[in-house]
T-cell receptor, first 112, second 117 residues
Framework: GEDVEQSLFLSVREGDSSVINCTYT??????LYWYKQEPGAGLQLLTY?????DMKQDQRLTVLLNKKDKHLSLRIADTQTGDSAIYFC????????????FGTGTRLQVTL | KAGVTQTPRYLIKTRGQQVTLSCSPI?????VSWYQQTPGQGLQFLFE???????NKGNFPGRFSGRQFSNSRSEMNVSTLELGDSALYLC????????????????FGPGTRLLVL
């Protein structure tokens, strides 16, 4: 079945860039997503990339996709304390956004 | 446009009881998906309903069931609760379209936190 892996923890200093990595096993993934979860809250969609793209930029966020290595990354430029949260990557292979397989989540800690 | 709403937000039950959780999708969204989030297993897909029919199903026992009404609102039910059912249950909605390169996005509600004692 599908499997999505992430490192558990990342600590960066305010103003630096953060890079959160994700690997997945399903070669038929069509859409890949990044979600953010703050304490006690649901999931907030940050950005997404279609599998035929290799990069997408959205303000401070840059998503890179290496389909050959099944590797996805999220770069957050000028990281702020408000970016402290858990970040999940997720993939869909059903052609819709309705059934997502999520990674284990990476806790991002931003220090002053 | 209002977001996805879930009720109740918090719930405490005892083992053996049953529980029903409710989800109202974003207006116009016809697909509703349910996920369970626990510290041990992470986020796991339960099932998806589209136009009142279950379209996708995850690997959960039959104690977990759901339904969708004609107005796209959805409920999920867990019968004979076990301690391990304690979790955050998240509902998400999207238009439910498929195929092509049209990019769909799924929007999540705040979740219902269920504690089983």
């Amino acid at each position: 079945g599908e499997d999505v892996e992430q490192s558990l923890f990342l600590s960066v200093r305010e103003g630096d860039s953060s890079v959160i990595n994700c690997t997945y096993t399903d070669s038929s993934s069509t859409y890949l997503y990044w979600y953010k979860q703050e304490p006690g809250a649901g999931l907030q969609l940050l950005t997404y990339i279609f599998s035929n793209m290799d990069m997408k930029q959205d303000q401070r966020l840059t998503v890179l996709l290496n389909k050959k290595d099944k590797h996805l990354s999220l770069r957050i430029a000028d990281t702020q304390t408000g970016d402290s949260a858990i970040y999940f990557c997720a993939e869909s292979n059903t052609g819709t956004a309705s059934k997502l397989t999520f990674g284990t989540g990476t806790r991002l800690q931003v220090t002053l | 446009k209002a977001g996805v709403t879930q009720t109740p937000r918090y719930l405490i039950k005892t083992r053996g009881q049953q529980v029903t959780l409710s989800c109202s999708p974003i207006s116009g969204h016809r697909s509703v998906s349910w996920y369970q989030q626990t510290p041990g297993q992470g986020l796991q897909f339960l099932f998806e309903y589209f136009s009142e029919t279950q379209r996708n199903k995850g690997n959960f026992p039959g104690r977990f069931s759901g339904r969708q009404f004609s107005n796209s609102r959805s409920e999920m039910n867990v019968s004979t609760l076990e301690l391990g059912d304690s979790a955050l249950y998240l509902c998400a909605s999207n238009l439910g379209l498929s195929g092509g390169t049209y990019q769909e996005t799924q929007y999540f509600g705040p979740g219902t936190r269920l504690l089983v004692l």
